[in-house]
């Protein structure tokens, strides 16, 4: 690309309120994934780096948690007006990193940054309780703290808001972090740790570690007793390592993992609807999220309607580098996203699916791939049972609600589910019967900072968002007092 996305100065380490080059002088690429060029480069952390960036997080540990929660508020509400000023270069970087368009990467920046302003507002709601022994003669107290050095892992599929719905919190409950951002899309981490340090965040609060030895750079600072917490947004095989590694020390953990959600249309809901519920369940993200509808089981009667409805919409996108006017669907992250899409299609059409749009991935140069609608695919194909992160819509037909509820549940997964009816008994029953975290009901999107975000199985345990996203960081001390 032809101008540097970010001064020279800020695609370093961020230890301790300084800018810092690593310590083994390293640098890693990051690049473009519209066509493969290198974008930029930044410092390649090593161990030592993140020893260093933990001990900047324990010095300051005591002086932050002794903070008036209303500073901590107001170091966030200023990031928040920040961020909003700064949205338009934050969302070129995010899409010139991550490939998204333009427009989702300004979904994204407003999004994640309500985080920031959801948090300034909790700073002042921290409280325990006061109550009387149930048997007389006593008083219970509980006293809440924040939980100390945090030590936040993010993926790059939404390279602000997964470190915002973490660092909102930890900031709020006075906790301090070490932050490591996924190594494709480490520049808009890089550009918030600046904004958060112009707003008046405390050296050594935050601290940002760029690294291309990632296990490595965990598995160090996990070890370390200091360390009282992980929280980490990514794929469940590596959140099921760090759970192993989290162990020895018992840190607090938190974990956001992978998703496998069905979108369930039932016949008497509107179809119309459903198909603009199904275009942002599936295509926000190029289909590269977690909440990202998986699986579509559709009612029999009205699954030829769906389905065609739906091919015409994701036929009818224009696919293209994300900064460029005009353009719906940007690039995949790599080319191993391209190959493992191309895989789970083919596999798919091998047993018996069709192809109504797309199927295929355009001549490079960059990731892309079309976006997708599959008919007639086995319920036990592989694009069903595996996380897509991609542009696919796989469509199958159930005949019954119980069909579709147990089809809907058979999977490890447990993070999101979208149902389309309009039968109000029906839904108070789904809510009760689909085994996920959260439940999109006629609509396509269930993120909301006010909610608590989250999955159960093996999309992880945690929430992130609403009155629950602060709790994660809040150790609670109980206080028998005899009562005179
Ligand atoms: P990933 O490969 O698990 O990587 C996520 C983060 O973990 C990156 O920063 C990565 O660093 C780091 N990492 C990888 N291996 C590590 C290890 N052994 N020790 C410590 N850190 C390690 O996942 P991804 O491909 O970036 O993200 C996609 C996955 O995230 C999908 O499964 C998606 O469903 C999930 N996700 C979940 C949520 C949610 O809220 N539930 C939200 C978004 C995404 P490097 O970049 O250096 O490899």
Known sequence: MSTEPLPADRRQLFIGGEWRGASGGGRFDVIDPADGSVLTDVA???????????????????????????????????????????ADDIARVM??????????????????????????????RIHGRWMHNPAGGSRLLTVKKPVGPCLFITPWNFPLAMGTRKIGPAIA?????????????????????????????????????????????????????????????GSTEVGRGLVRLAADQLQRVSMELGGNAPFLVFADADVDAAVEGAMIAKMRNMGEACTSANRFLVEESVAEE???????????????????????????IDEKAVESVTAL????????????????????????????????????ADVNAEEIFGPVAPITTFASEDEAVERANATEYGLTAY??????????????????????INTGLVSNPAAPFGGVKASGFGREGGFEGIEEYLDTTYVALPAG
């Open 95 to 124: 899409s010139l990193e991550m490939g998204k368009t333009i427009k989702e990467a300004k979904g994204e920046v407003t999004y994640g940054n309500e985080f920031l302003r959801w948090f300034s507002e909790e700073a002042v």
């Open 306 to 332: 769906f389905a065609r409805k739906l091919a015409d919409r994701m036929g009818a996108l224009t696919l293209g580098r994300g900064q460029d006017d005009g353009v719906d669907v940007g690039p995949l």
């Open 419 to 440: 149902a389309y009816t309009r039968d109000l008994a029906r839904t108070i029953r789904l809510a009760e019967s689909l085994d996920f975290g959260m439940l999109g």
């Open 44 to 86: 390649d952390g090593t161990v030592d780096d993140a020893m260093a960036a933990l001990d900047a997080a324990a010095a300051a540990q005591a002086d932050w948690a002794a903070t008036a929660p209303r500073d901590r508020g107001e170091i966030l509400r200023r990031a928040f007006g920040l961020v909003n000023d700064r």
């Open 173 to 233: 409950a006075g906790c301090t972090m070490v932050v490591k951002p996924a190594g494709q899309t480490p520049l808009t981490m890089l550009m918030l740790a600046d904004l958060l340090a112009e707003a008046g965040l405390p050296d050594g609060v935050l601290n940002v570690i760029t690294t291309k030895s990632s296990s490595k750079v965990g598995e160090a600072l996990l070890a370390d007793p200091r360390l009282r917490k992980i929280s980490f947004t």
């Open 345 to 380: 299609v083919d596999q798919a059409v091998d047993a018996g699916a069709r192809v109504v749009t797309g199927g295929s991935a355009p001549d490079g140069p960059g990731y892309f791939y079309r976006p997708t609608v599959l008919v007639d695919v086995p319920p036990d």
